[in-house]
Nanobody, 116 residues
Framework: QVQLVESGGGLVQAGGSLRLSCAAS????????VGWFRRAPGKERGLLAH??????YYTDSVKGRFTISRDNAKNTVYLQMNSLKPEDTAVYYC???????????WGQGTQVTVSS
């Protein structure tokens, strides 16, 4: 079992930056695919990015603005978010799984609100 806890959300103005953290316990994250998702108001949860070893993937909506990274020594995954837009307002979740199509472990989410 892997327990995931997100932090770092909050209120930021458009154009600003935030860094989300996802701390893991139970097992080491280095052996898992890790991903970041978000659920905006009235929308379904959707994938933003995932990473496995040195490979990363980003959806077009965040490519060039968001960066996923991991610190294996801290067993933590990060999402650096730059040039934030009001449409980035959502609850952000981290997840881990054996493959990028099967995320079995989820955090509780952290709210990000971007004001215009």
């Amino acid at each position: 079992q892997v327990q995931l806890v997100e932090s770092g959300g909050g209120l930021v103005q458009a154009g600003g930056s935030l860094r989300l953290s996802c701390a893991a316990s139970g097992r080491t994250l280095s052996t898992y695919v890790v991903g970041w998702f978000r659920r905006a108001p009235g929308k379904e949860r959707g994938l933003l990015a995932h990473a496995y070893r040195s490979n990363t993937y980003y959806t077009d909506s965040v490519k060039g603005r968001f960066t996923i990274s991991r610190d294996n020594a801290k067993n933590t995954v990060y999402l650096q978010m730059n040039s934030l837009k009001p449409e980035d307002t959502a609850v952000y979740y981290c997840a881990a799984g054996v493959t990028s199509s099967n995320f079995a472990y989820w955090g509780q989410g952290t709210q990000v609100t971007v004001s215009s």
